[in-house]
């Protein structure tokens, strides 16, 4: 996590987190939409850091089939 935590990664693991933990009572609709929101982020994240498009990032990925 902290070669793509920033603030907004951080954020969204936060209000995810606060769904999991039951601080918050969430529906199941409200737990998916974090759950994406935080997948989102650390995409972005890791694409800005990297200086990738998503093409050129997946590239040079394994390939497990």
Known sequence: M?????KDV????NAFGRCLDGS???????IRDRSFKLASTLENS????????PHDFAAGQFDYR
């Open 10 to 13: 951080s954020g969204a693991m």
């Open 24 to 30: 918050e009572k969430c529906s199941g609709g409200e």
């Open 46 to 53: 890791l694409l800005k850091k990297w200086d990738k498009s």
């Open 2 to 6: 902290v070669v793509v935590k920033t």
